[in-house]
T-cell receptor
Framework: GQNIDQPTEMTATEGAIVQINCTYQ??????LFWYQQHAGEAPTFLSY??LDGLEEKGRFSSFLSRSKGYSYLLLKELQMKDSASYLC????????????????WGLGTSLAVNP | SAVISQKPSRDICQRGTSLTIQCQVD?????MFWYRQQPGQSLTLIAT?????????ESGFVIDKFPISRPNLTFSTLTVSNMSPEDSSIYLC???????????FGSGTQLSVL
């Protein structure tokens, strides 16, 4: 089976740093996405990791360890507008997914940033 | 990136009726995907809409309930048929673009069935 685990909820303070973890057990692995979703809106792309290590993009960074089946999203200098749900998704290789590349989605982590 | 226009943005429908959701992309794409996101849940893939062939449905979803059209490379529709309150959800169309095959989403359709 396919499984992705994320914490359900997290709370942090404006200006602080928060790390959102994601662990996965899937039948294959091609890469891992992080998406941000504000309430009532569609998800928007944040990052995509294929290789092990940390990728930094402004205030957001994403880390991947393929051997451990683990990723995290790091948000620095938190702002109120960062209050949202953060979704982790794993892409399966074509050999596992047939003709269509499939994504396995986590349930998302709801982050509340307080003043 | 891509501009994906989805409409309606929201609707309130009566039980037993049908609603067709439209998705327009500003560039040609091979595959378009339809997702459902029920309250408090993550994204669930309903089907993949391929131009020139029938849509491919995921386990638990059938064509009679969710017929899909894909008349060209920039447009698709999803119909939610014979609706019940359990169909109340956000419906999202999406496309894959770029070397990393990033998934881009339309703005979503918030459907409430009474």
């Amino acid at each position: 089976g396919q499984n992705i685990d994320q914490p359900t909820e997290m709370t942090a303070t404006e200006g602080a740093i928060v790390q959102i973890n994601c662990t996965y057990q899937t039948s294959g692995f091609n890469g891992l996405f992080w998406y941000q979703q504000h309430a009532g809106e569609a998800p928007t792309f944040l990052s995509y990791n294929v290789l092990d290590g940390l990728e930094e993009k402004g205030r957001f960074s994403s880390f991947l360890s393929r051997s451990k089946g683990y990723s995290y999203l790091l948000l620095k200098e938190l702002q109120m507008k960062d209050s949202a749900s953060y979704l982790c998704a794993v892409t399966l290789p074509y050999s596992n997914a047939g003709n269509n590349r499939k994504l396995i989605w986590g349930l998302g982590t709801s982050l509340a940033v307080n003043p | 990136s891509a501009v994906i226009s989805q409409k309606p943005s929201r609707d309130i429908c009566q039980r037993g009726t049908s609603l067709t959701i439209q998705c327009q992309v500003d560039s040609q794409v091979t595959m378009m995907f339809w997702y459902r996101q029920q309250p408090g849940q993550s994204l669930t893939l309903i089907a993949t809409a391929n131009q020139g062939s029938e849509a491919t449905y995921e386990s638990g979803f059938v064509i009679d309930k969710f017929p899909i059209s894909r008349p060209n490379l920039t447009f698709s529709t999803l119909t939610v048929s014979n609706m019940s309150p359990e169909d109340s959800s956000i419906y999202l169309c999406s496309v894959v673009l770029g070397a990393n095959e990033k998934l881009f989403f339309g703005s979503g359709t918030q459907l409430s069935v009474l």
